[in-house]
């Protein structure tokens, strides 16, 4: 009986063995994530404001800027979200952006921000300079910090997606005018700021940055992450569980990989284009044609999609957009709407069962089957 027993004991754990083998890989399920994620409504007085000038801005439509979003636990807690995005705003001296420009303008708010973390040196979270700067998190380490904590606490998450913007440019380094109304100069990212992109996150998450899933772990034993991505290498899914994966876009792609070839050493990844070694995750803001994402997928690429853009989608109650992210089989589908702004619409981004992720259905089988995690 004790040999029936041991047997039993022994393929049962094979089978498990084979099951977890066969099982899922990071870039075959599909996940939503918020897009400016830190980002606060306006105060009422800056739009009304901006609203007034609407002639001159041009193509930049204030009513883009009217949305806004919770501190990141309730998005994690309550409405399922597995992706961020962050905006980074050099400011390495400190006190950049300690001003808000705009404010001048307009009746009753006050210019200086009386935000003592914006006057000591370091990474900040804004939109906009001098113009869209509400925000739940001031600097970038304490919006590191409230992602750590939500994810310590849930150690058994569904992998945590977070695209970095490098902001280099607001209306003071694009507009003569703007400047001399008072607007000031962004500081570009060189070197020493990509740099301290990394720094940064080692302060909060550890040296060893043990819960990110940085380019070197990505890659493996293969010798670039295009290569791995194309050769089917991505990590489990269950090997993911509770890990973070850094992705930076905007200004500083040239400066973080000087001197890091194919984002060697590097604690992120990048978006890039297919072909070259940094290249495992391609950003493809405009969903159609659907068929163009479905290739990137297929071909084993990681891809970011956005279901809305600018107020649009909730302003019309418009889900042609949301439906083809849906079909496109993006691994990353951002959104400013995973619960409606019932001033606009009931427009609302979330799977049927509002889980926290689906398998995908270009590249992962079964739709329908439950992944791991939470």
Known sequence: MRQIILLFLFFSFCFQNSNAQSGLKLNQIQIIGSHNSYKKLPKPQVNAFLEK??????????????????????????????????????????????????????????????????????MKVLHIKDVDFETNYYTFKESLAALKQWSDAHPKHLPIFINLEAKGAGPGDRSGAARFLGFKRSIPFDDAAADSIDAEIKSVFGEDAKNILTPDRLR????????????????????????????????????????????????????????KAECAFVKVDEPEPVAKIQDLVKKGYIVRTRSDAETVEARSNDYTRLNACFESGAQIISTDYYKPDLRFSTFTVQFPNHEAGKANPVNGGDITKALPGE
Request: glycine share 14%.
């Open 220 to 275: 493996g034993t293969y010798a670039t992450l295009d290569e791995m991505a194309t050769h089917n290498g991505w990590p489990a899914l269950e090997d993911c569980l509770g890990k973070l994966v850094f992705i930076l876009l905007g200004q500083a792609g040239e400066e973080y990989l000087h001197n890091h070839d194919g984002l060697k050493g590097r604690v992120c990844a990048m978006f890039s284009h297919p072909g």
């Open 53 to 122: 000038i609407k002639k001159q801005l041009g193509k930049q439509d204030p009513s883009g800027l009217d949305y806004g979003h919770l501190p990141f636990d309730s998005q994690f807690s309550n409405y399922k979200m597995r992706g961020l995005e962050i905006d980074i705003n050099n400011d390495p001296k400190g006190g950049l952006y300690y001003k808000r420009r705009i404010n001048a303008f307009v009746h009753g708010v006050k210019q200086k921000s009386g935000v003592e973390e914006l006057k000591k040196p370091g």
